[in-house]
T-cell receptor, first 119, second 112 residues
Framework: GAGVSQSPSNKVTEKGKDVELRCDPI?????LYWYRQSLGQGLEFLIY????????KSGLPSDRFSAERTGGSVSTLTIQRTQQEDSAVYLC?????????????????FGPGTRLTVL | DQQVKQNSPSLSVQEGRISILNCDYT??????FLWYKKYPAEGPTFLIS?????DKNEDGRFTVFLNKSAKHLSLHIVPSQPGDSAVYFC???????????FGKGTLLTVNP
């Protein structure tokens, strides 16, 4: 079956512009996560959506970052007034069940990422 | 403050030999540990996990060992194959915290 997909795969933008990154999770997965990986760093948690619950936005680095998940499926990560330090690979992941579920149904499956470059 | 550390940025081994990738953590609340593998231009792929109630988990050529007292885990791959060449990320979470904390990764190169 189809995995997690993300678009665009690459995005180059000028400082100060807004960007939107899209994630299509695996069909039926209730949990969706956004991470980013800056050069030479590990993955950094940004935000978590679970079903219809309020998302956990505690990882968002500033109020320029926002995300939404429409209809419990597709998610969009928006970065307003981009800065050069926003340059990174933005990864989306989904899992069938919430974390802590017994078995491996809470395993996070990652998309290929969107490489964002802010000039 | 890095809570998950992979101190070796790279490792090179010969095909057929054992690869040992190491990971240290500092947060004693972590009780679930995972290894992910990442090829260039792809997202990380789940490889193997271990709960803190165990000290070893094996899946085919991959074995993860957990030493809770030392806050250390390792991934053993044996025998190593050229297709195993990738970046390996160690990740950890607490039972009440779904957020995965990742290390910076180790680039494994398996030479034919």
């Amino acid at each position: 079956g189809a995995g997690v997909s993300q678009s665009p795969s690459n995005k180059v933008t000028e400082k100060g512009k807004d960007v939107e990154l899209r994630c299509d999770p695996i069909s039926g997965h209730t949990a969706l996560y956004w991470y980013r990986q800056s050069l030479g760093q590990g993955l950094e948690f940004l935000i978590y959506f679970q079903g219809n619950s309020a998302p956990d936005k505690s990882g968002l680095p500033s109020d320029r970052f926002s995300a939404e998940r429409t209809g419990g499926s597709v998610s969009t990560l928006t970065i307003q007034r981009t800065q050069q330090e926003d340059s990174a690979v933005y990864l989306c992941a989904s899992s069938l069940d919430p974390p802590g579920t017994s078995g491996n149904t809470d395993t996070q499956y990652f998309g290929p990422g969107t490489r964002l470059t802010v000039l | 403050d890095q809570q998950v550390k992979q101190n070796s940025p790279s490792l090179s081994v010969q095909e057929g030999r054992i690869s040992i990738l190491n990971c240290d953590y500092t947060n004693s609340m972590f009780d679930y540990f995972l290894w992910y593998k990442k090829y260039p231009a792809e997202g990380p792929t789940f490889l193997i996990s271990i709960s803190s109630i165990k000290d070893k988990n094996e899946d085919g050529r991959f074995t993860v060992f957990l030493n809770k007292s030392a806050k250390h885990l390792s991934l053993h791959i044996v025998p190593s194959q050229p297709g195993d060449s990738a970046v390996y990320f160690c990740a950890a979470s607490g039972s009440s915290n779904y957020k995965l904390t990742f290390g910076k990764g180790t680039l494994l190169t398996v030479n034919p």
